[in-house]
């Protein structure tokens, strides 16, 4: 009985790595046919490929060691994805993760090294429609606000958290799960809740 446990864990194993290799090239394949820039050791994983909606004319960057994690289970069911509007530009530093999250980057989004992004989060730069409704009757005319969003190195952004557009997040803070941060937020800084507000600085 021990045997066939240890049997069927290694099968389990040895097709995990196989997914993962497959959504890996995949990924890589997606990222060059939309010019997107990339450095080393960039994964995929979950086994699902994360979501590119990359406009022609705006401009990704992504660092080295960057991992997107992607889930098709009950744990979290959602997948990264990154969106570009044109003349957009995206920047995600170096050893940085996303837990599917989704950024939809209208502007300017600069995403800082070491930055954790926890499952289901959302990173805005636009009100996606503009505020007055006269102008949403004719949205080819009007275009939504929009204002760059700035995270710092060694964020912790945590599970199902939003992030709107104008927000700068000073390096080594944490955003609480559930958070909607429509403020800027110091260095070494802990905030939570909807608005997200000021709870306590961090020791370091």
């Given amino acids: 009985m021990l045997s066939l446990r240890l049997l069927y864990k290694g099968i389990w194993y040895f097709l995990f790595i196989i997914r993962n290799n497959i959504s890996n ?3 890589h394949l997606l990222m060059r046919l939309n010019s997107i820039e990339f450095g080393n050791n960039v994964k995929a994983l979950g086994g699902v490929v994360p979501i590119l909606r990359i406009n022609r004319f705006s401009k990704v960057s992504i660092g080295n060691n960057c991992i997107f994690n992607s889930f098709n289970d009950v744990a979290w069911y959602c997948k990264s994805c990154i969106w ?3 003349n957009a530009i995206l920047k995600i530093g170096n ?16 995403i800082g090294d070491y930055v954790m ?10 009100d996606f429609h503009p505020l007055f409704f ?3 009757r004719a949205p080819s005319l009007y275009t939504a606000s929009s204002s760059p969003i700035v995270i ?5 952004v945590g599970a199902n958290c939003i992030i709107l ?12 799960a559930g958070s909607v941060v429509t403020k800027s937020i110091g260095e ?10 000021f709870i306590k600085k961090i020791n370091i």
């Fill in 84 to 86: 570009t509007r044109p």
């Fill in 188 to 197: 070494d800084e802990l905030w939570g809740g909807n608005p997200a507000k």
């Fill in 165 to 176: 557009k104008g927000v700068h997040i000073g390096a080594r803070s944490i955003v609480a």
């Fill in 95 to 110: 050893n940085t993760g996303l837990n599917g999250a989704l950024i939809y980057c209208s502007s300017r989004i600069t």
């Fill in 134 to 136: 006269v102008q949403r």
């Fill in 117 to 126: 992004i926890g499952g289901g989060s959302k990173i805005f730069d636009t």
């Fill in 25 to 27: 090239f995949y990924f």
């Fill in 152 to 156: 710092g190195d060694d964020v912790f």
